[in-house]
């Protein structure tokens, strides 16, 4: 079985930074592909950015490319999230998510295990 948890949320005005973490336990012998969604309240789950098994290929949605970067450290089976210039409508609870079934994160039904959640708010 394998845990993922995250840290790193809280409250940041607009333009701020924060940096979430999601280190995975468990079965970690393998390797996984990775991911970071986000759920506001009353919308669906949606994709921000997934990295690949060794970390040299990575994808983002349209509306946070070159401000969000995801990264990965394999030695400590850790993947972050880097979001500077952060605005009101990134407010959602961020979810990791890691797959042993594909290579590359596309959609929710590539994922096999998913994080509890952190809760990233930002005021305008």
């Known amino acids: 079985q394998v845990q993922l948890v995250e840290s790193g949320g809280g409250l940041v005005q607009a333009g701020g930074s924060l940096r979430l973490s999601c280190e995975i336990s468990g079965r970690t012998e393998g390797s996984y592909a990775m991911g970071w969604f986000r759920q506001a309240p009353g919308k669906e789950r949606e994709f921000v950015a997934r990295?690949?098994?060794?970390?040299?290929?990575?994808n983002y949605r349209d509306s946070v490319k070159g401000r969000f970067t995801i990264s990965r450290d394999n030695a400590k089976n850790t993947v972050y999230l880097q979001m500077n210039n952060l605005k009101s409508e990134d407010t959602a609870v961020y979810y990791c998510?890691?797959?042993?079934?594909?290579?590359?994160?596309?959609?929710?039904?590539?994922?096999?295990?998913w994080g509890t959640g952190t809760l990233v708010t930002v005021s305008s």
């Open positions: 998510a890691a797959s042993s079934l594909v290579r590359f994160i596309v959609t929710r039904s590539d994922v096999n295990y």
């Open positions: 990295i690949n098994r060794n970390g040299d290929s990575t």
